[in-house]
């Protein structure tokens, strides 16, 4: 069994619909979970059954620095966390039957040169994660950006997290980063697992996940609405 953890971002554009449809998910089609973690600014105040934890966003342009100080948080503010926990970010919904406690590392496979210098901001910020490892000597072939849930060892993260200045300038890239401080090189490619909708084309709903963007989030937000009609037991 693993702890969940969910940081929210700052001001949903949704109400929070994308976090209802993903704790409605996890209640039909997850397993081998124990307690779930939401840390946040603002609480949704319609959550309950969950643990809640507070934390602003302090990071400027460093989005993925903002869920990281949350998730370390959630690390070591609540005491009986399982030793292995998994981390995910709400715009995701479990389609099938999903087994928390086993995910394997799933990875993006784009490279460091399908991230352009002078590309978007989190492109960059990709970009730099892979010369974060160069400089160690770690030339990984992919990264793992894949916005699925991500399992990890809860102590051995926090010790690799220790003497990282993940905070500095634009930041690093979560998944990338904690993958290669934990020396996790390999996993599966996420096309195997996750599909994804970032356009007003609804797809294929055929893997088990389905992850999506706020574009993707306004073609499917009925969809998936009927998918999952009832609320959770998290919703008061």
């Known amino acids: 069994m693993v702890d969940i953890i969910i940081p929210l971002g700052t001001g949903s554009k949704n109400n929070n619909d994308e ?6 998910s996890i209640e039909k089609n997850g397993i081998g979970y124990r307690k779930i973690i939401v840390v946040a600014s603002e609480i949704p105040n319609w959550l309950q059954n969950v643990t809640t934890l507070q934390m602003a966003d302090t990071l400027k342009h ?3 620095g903002n869920i990281i100080r949350k998730v370390l948080f959630a690390l070591t503010a609540v005491p009986d966390i399982t030793p292995e926990f998994v981390w995910s ?3 995701c919904v479990l389609l ?5 406690s086993t995910v394997p590392p799933i990875y993006n496979a784009r490279n460091k040169e399908r991230f352009p210098v002078d590309g978007s901001i989190w492109q960059r910020r990709i970009r730099r994660t892979f010369e974060f490892f160069e400089k160690r000597n770690l030339h ?4 793992f950006e894949s916005h699925v849930p991500q399992r990890f060892p809860g102590r051995k993260l926090l010790r690799a997290m220790r003497n990282t200045d993940y905070q500095s300038d634009i930041g690093y890239g979560i998944n990338t980063l904690f993958h290669g401080l934990l020396g996790i090189t390999g996993g599966f490619e996420q096309k195997l697992f ?5 356009s007003e084309k609804v797809p294929v709903l055929d893997k088990v996940l389905l992850g999506y963007n706020d ?3 306004a073609t499917l937000k009925k969809d998936l609405f ?3 009609p009832g609320k959770s037991k998290y919703e008061r």
């Open 89 to 91: 970010s709400d715009d």
């Open 140 to 143: 990984l072939k992919h990264n």
């Open 19 to 24: 976090l209802r449809l993903f704790l409605r």
């Open 215 to 217: 574009k993707g989030f």
């Open 226 to 228: 009927r998918m999952f």
């Open 62 to 64: 460093n989005k993925d």
């Open 96 to 100: 099938q039957e999903f087994d928390f």
């Open 194 to 198: 996750k599909v994804t909708c970032e």
